[in-house]
C-alpha cells in the first residue's frame, strides 16, 4: 500500500506522542536525547512503512540482486541524511520549530555509526546510499560492532585511545531479528561419508555461534527503494552452560559466552594494514557465512532453483576481507545442496565480484594455512581443491615453468593469498582509479591478467553528493539549485552547467560569501573544541584523513615549519594569513603515525603561541576525525591537500567531498586527483611532485639520495635540522629524532622511503602560487566554481551507474 503525505501537524503529534510513550515525558520536562529519540523514532515509523512496500515490491518482480560484502561500513549518521532523502527536511524544521525543540541540537545528540576506519568503509556507506537512490536492489552485509573506531583523544599533544560504546544509549535505526538467526561453526573435524553412493560430509565438535541480524533501512533519495543494511550480531548458542553452571562453575560458564560474543565485540583499528590476528578471521567467517547462508536461504525460500543462484545474485566482495564467502558458497553448494564440484564452481565464478583497493604490500591479506586448517577445516579442505585445480590449469598453460606456478598459486609457503582466491574465484577484478587499475594489470596482478584478461577493469571511486554537498553545505546547495535548478540532485552531471557562471561576479561573490559564513561557523567549533582563535579571514588549509606515511602529513608539516621560519626571518612578509587544519587518526600500534601526530602538536604550540608572527599562520588539530566532522569541515575549507606518495593512494575520496564543495586541491598526481586533474584542467587544480612512474624508476634504480637534497636546500634543511635541535621541543629534543633519521638515513630499509624530500621543493612551490592566486579573488572563485561544476564525474552515483553496467547487471526498480 502506498502511503500519504505527511505534513507538519502529523510530524508534531507524532513526536509528542513518542515522548509519551516511549519516555512518559512531554515537550517541557524530556531530556534532550529522549527529544532526538522521540523525533528520529517519528520519522521511522514513516519508514518502515515504506520499507515494507518496497520489500513487497522487490520480492514480486523477483529480479536480480546485489550484496555488498564489507567488513566496514562508515555510515556516521542516519538522522538527517534520512530526512534530506525523504524530502521531509522543511516540515521536520518547522514542526520542531513549532515544538520550540532545536533541530540542530538534538542532531547532535545522534553518535556516528563508526562501523569502519576510512575510505574503504566510507565508500561502502556512499554506494548503499547510491544504490537505493537508482532504485537498485543492493544491500549491505557487515558486522554489527558493539564498538565502533576508537575516540582519539588528544593528551599532552599524544593520541589516546578510547572505546567508542555507541550503542549503549540504544539505535533507533536498526530492528534486531534474533527470530531468523544464522548458524556459524568453527573448528571441529571433517568426516566424509558414502551413503547410497553420495558423498557426503559431516562437521563434527564444532564451537557453534548464532549470528543475529540487526537490519538497518537505506533509504535513497526521492526513491520508492528502500534496501537493508544487515549487519550481523554474535551470540552464545546457548545463553549459559548449564552444566556447569550446576556445579558451581558459573565464571566458566560466563567466559565461554563471552567468547561466543567477542567476535563481534570491536572493530580492528587497522587502516591499509593487515595484523593477522585469530580473531579477525573468526570474524571474517562469521559474518560471511552468515551473510552466504541467509543469501541461499531467501533466494530458495522464494521459489528460486539453486541453479540458477548466479543469475539472480551477485555478491561483491569490498577488498579481500570477506574472500572466504567463495570457498563458503561452494561449501553450501556441494554440501547441502548435494551439487557436484564442477557445477558449483561455475555458479560460484559467476556470483562473485571483487574490488581490489590497495597495492600497499602490508595491507595484502594472507593467512596461515594451518590456522584455516584448525578454524576452518572444511573450507580449508576446499581452498585446497580450489588451488590443485588451479595449478593444474597452469601446467597446461605453462608445462615446467615451476617458477611460475608457485608464484601465482593460492597456496604457498604455507599462506593463503586471498587476493589470489579472489581473482581465481570471481568473475570481474576491479580498481578504484585509472591509474590504480593500471598497477594492477602492470604490476600486482600481472600474472593473472594474462590469463584472465576480460575479468580486469576500472570504476573509479565516488561520493555520494548529497551527504557532503546538499546536506554538508545547504547553503550552496541552494545557492547552485537557484543557478541551474535542483535536477543535479539526482544527476550530478548537471553541475556542469554551473561553469556559464564561474565568471559571473555576483555568483563568485555568493559563493564566497558561503564559504565564509562555513568558516565563521568552523572557527567557532575550533575555539569552543581547542580554545584557538583562528581568524575566519585567512585561507584554511584542510589536510583530513587517516594519519599514514604515505599520505605525507609529513611533508604538510615540514612546510608548515618552512612558512614559520620565513615569517621569523621577515615578519613583514606579505603572507596571506593561512590557517592549517588537521584531523587523523593513528593505527593505536602505528608509532611513527603516532610520533606524526605528536609533531603536528608541538609545531602547533610553537607557532600558535608566538606574538612575533601576527596571527599570519595557525595550525589546529582536530580530535577525532569522523564522517560528521568530516561534514563540519570540508564545507569550510579553501585548500584541500592530497599529497600522497604517487602511486601509493589507490583512490582517495575525501579528495572528490573538496571538490564538491568547491575547494581547491593542492595534489600529487596519485590516485583519483589524476581524473579530477583531467575534469578540471591544469588552470584550476594545483599539481606538484613526482609521477608515479618517476618514482618506480627511482625505486629500480636505487640511487635515490636525500641527503644531498637536504644539504643543497637551505630552507629544507634548515627544518629537518629544527626537528633535533631543540627548536620544537627544547624540553626533549630527541623525540622526533626518529623521523630525522627517518628522513636521511633510514631504518633498516632506504631513507625517506616516501620521498618527502624529493617533492618538498615543488610543494613548496605550488603552495606559494595558491596563495599567489587567493589574492586574486576573481580568479580563485573562478576556478572554485569550475571544480563544482566538474565534480560530477565524482558522485558515486556515476561510480555504481558503471558497476551496474559493468558488473552487476540490475534492472533498476520503477514502482
Ligand atoms: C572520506 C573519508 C575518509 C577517506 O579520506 P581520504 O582522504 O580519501 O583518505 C576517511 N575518513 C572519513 C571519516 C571520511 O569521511
Known amino acids: 500500500m502506498k502511503k500519504k503525505e505527511i505534513q507538519v501537524e502529523d510530524i508534531k503529534h507524532a513526536i509528542e506522542l513518542k515522548l509519551q510513550t516511549l ?32 520489500k513487497e515490491k522487490v520480492l514480486e518482480e523477483n529480479g536480480k540482486e546485489l550484496y555488498y560484502l564489507s567488513m566496514e561500513f562508515l555510515m556516521g549518521r542516519f538522522f538527517h541524511n534520512n530526512l ?38 566510507r565508500l561502502a556507506a556512499c554506494f548503499l546510499d547510491s544504490l537505493a537512490t537508482l532504485g537498485l536492489s543492493g544491500h549491505g552485509n557487515g558486522i554489527r560492532y558493539e564498538y565502533g573506531l576508537f575516540k582519539q583523544k588528544i ?31 568453527f573448528g571441529g573435524t571433517v568426516e566424509k561419508a558414502i551413503e547410497n553412493g553420495k ?21 535513497g533519495y526521492r526513491s520508492n527503494v528502500i534496501n537493508t543494511l544487515r549487519l550481523w550480531g554474535a551470540r552464545a548458542l546457548k545463553p549459559l552452560d548449564m552444566g556447569l553452571f550446576g556445579k558451581g562453575q558459573y565464571v566458566d560458564a560466563l567466559a565461554e559466552k563471552e567468547l561466543a560474543e567477542v567476535i563481534s565485540k570491536v572493530l580492528y583499528p587497522e587502516d591499509n594494514h593487515e595484523e593477522g590476528r585469530h580473531l579477525r578471521l573468526k570474524q571474517q567467517y562469521f559474518f560471511i557465512s552468515a551473510s552466504v547462508q541467509s543469501i541461499v536461504r531467501k533466494f530458495k525460500k522464494i521459489g528460486n532453483d539453486i541453479h540458477d543462484l548466479h ?9 579481500t576481507h570477506p574472500t572466504l564467502a567463495i570457498p563458503e558458497l561452494m561449501r553450501i553448494l556441494i554440501d547441502q545442496e548435494g551439487l557436484g564440484w564442477e557445477e558449483a564452481w561455475e555458479i560460484t565464478r559467476q556470483t562473485f565480484a571483487y574490488t581490489n583497493h590497495t597495492t600497499l604490500p602490508e595491507a595484502l591479506e594472507k593467512w596461515p594455512e594451518e590456522l584455516i586448517k584448525q578454524l576452518l577445516p572444511r573450507i580449508y579442505d576446499i581452498i585446497d581443491e580450489i588451488n590443485e585445480r588451479f595449478c593444474r590449469d597452469l601446467w597446461e598453460r605453462y608445462p615446467y615453468q615451476w617458477d611460475k606456478i608457485s608464484k601465482m598459486a593460492i597456496i604457498s609457503y604455507g599462506e593463503i593469498h586471498m587476493a589470489k582466491l579472489c581473482i581465481v574465484g570471481s568473475f570481474s577484478i576491479n580498481g578504484v582509479a585509472q591509474l590504480h587499475s593500471e598497477i594492477l594489470k602492470k604490476d600486482i596482478f600481472k600474472d593473472y591478467y594474462e590469463i584472465y584478461p576480460e575479468k580486469f577493469t576500472n570504476i573509479t571511486n565516488g561520493v555520494t553528493h548529497r551527504r557532503f554537498l546538499l546536506r554538508a553545505n545547504p547553503n550552496l546547495a541552494e545557492a547552485i539549485t537557484e543557478k541551474i535548478g535542483d535536477g543535479w540532485i539526482t544527476d550530478s552531471f548537471q553541475l556542469k552547467e554551473l561553469e556559464a557562471s564561474c565568471r559571473d561576479i555576483a555568483f563568485q561573490e555568493e559563493v564566497r560569501k558561503i564559504r565564509q559564513k562555513n568558516k565563521e561557523e568552523l572557527a567557532r567549533y575550533v575555539l569552543d573544541k581547542t580554545q584557538i582563535k583562528i581568524d575566519p579571514h585567512s585561507i584554511f588549509d584542510a589536510q583530513v584523513k587517516r594519519l599514514h606515511e604515505y599520505k605525507r602529513q609529513l611533508l604538510n608539516v615540514l612546510h608548515i615549519m618552512y612558512l614559520y621560519n620565513q615569517l621569523l626571518d621577515h615578519p613583514k612578509d606579505d603572507m596571506y594569513p593561512r590557517t592549517f587544519i588537521f584531523a587523523a587518526k593513528a593505527a593505536p600500534g602505528y608509532h611513527k603515525a603516532k610520533l606524526i601526530i605528536k609533531l603536528i602538536h608541538s609545531v602547533a604550540d610553537k607557532i600558535n603561541n608566538d606574538k612575533s608572527i601576527g596571527d599570519k599562520l595557525k595550525l589546529v588539530f582536530l580530535e577525532n576525525y569522523r564522517v560528521s566532522l568530516a561534514e563540519k569541515i570540508i564545507p569550510a575549507s579553501d585548500i584541500s591537500k592530497q599529497i600522497s606518495t604517487a602511486g601509493k593512494e589507490a583512490s582517495g575520496t575525501g579528495n572528490m567531498k573538496f571538490m564538491l564543495n568547491g575547494t581547491l586541491t593542492v595534489g600529487t598526481l596519485d590516485g583519483a586527483n589524476i581524473e579530477m586533474h583531467q575534469q578540471v584542467g591544469s588552470e584550476n587544480i594545483f599539481i606538484f611532485g613526482a609521477t608515479a612512474e618517476e618514482l618506480e624508476k627511482e625505486r629500480k634504480e636505487k640511487n635515490y639520495q636525500p641527503y644531498e637534497i637536504y644539504q643543497k636546500n637551505h630552507g629544507l634543511k634548515r627544518v629537518i635540522d629544527q626537528l633535533i635541535n631543540g627548536f620544537i621541543e627544547p624540553e626533549h629534543p630527541d623525540i622526533f629524532r626518529e623521523i630525522y633519521q627517518d628522513l636521511l638515513y633510514g631504518y633498516g630499509g632506504a631513507a625517506d ?16 602560487k595558491a596563495e599567489g592566486i587567493y589574492k586574486k579573488p576573481e580568479s580563485w572563485w573562478e576556478k572554485s566554481i569550475i571544480n563544482i561544476a566538474n565534480a560530477g564525474y565524482f558522485s558515486s552515483d556515476r561510480t555504481i551507474e558503471e558497476y551496474n553496467e559493468k558488473i552487476w547487471r540490475l534492472k533498476k526498480h520503477d514502482f
Open 753 to 768: 622511503p616516501y620521498f618527502i624530500l624529493k617533492d618538498f621543493e615543488s610543494y613548496c612551490a605550488v603552495n606559494k
Open 199 to 219: 558423498l557426503t560430509i559431516l562437521q563434527k565438535n564444532c564451537q557453534c555461534v548464532k549470528a543475529i541480524p540487526y537490519d538497518v533501512p537505506i533509504v
Open 23 to 54: 519516555f512518559g515525558r512531554n515537550l517541557k520536562n524530556a531530556s534532550k536525547s529522549q527529544l532526538y529519540k522521540a523525533v528520529a523514532t517519528a520519522l521511522r515509523d514513516d519508514i518502515m512503512k515504506s520499507w515494507a512496500y518496497s
Open 155 to 185: 593528551i599532552d599533544g599524544y593520541q589516546v585511545e578510547m572505546p567508542d560504546p555507541w550503542l549503549e544509549d540504544g539505535n533507533v535505526w536498526e530492528v534486531a531479528k534474533p527470530e531468523e538467526p544464522e548458524m556459524v561453526y
Open 311 to 319: 543469475k539472480k545474485t551477485v555478491i561483491h566482495i569490498n577488498d
Open 84 to 121: 534530506t532523502n525523504l524530502m521531509l527536511e522543511e516540515k521536520a524544521e518547522i514542526a520542531c520549530n513549532e515544538l520550540e525543540i532545536d533541530l540542530k541540537e538534538i542532531q547532535e545528540r545522534e553518535p556516528d555509526a563508526g562501523l569502519g576506519n576510512g575510505g574503504l568503509g
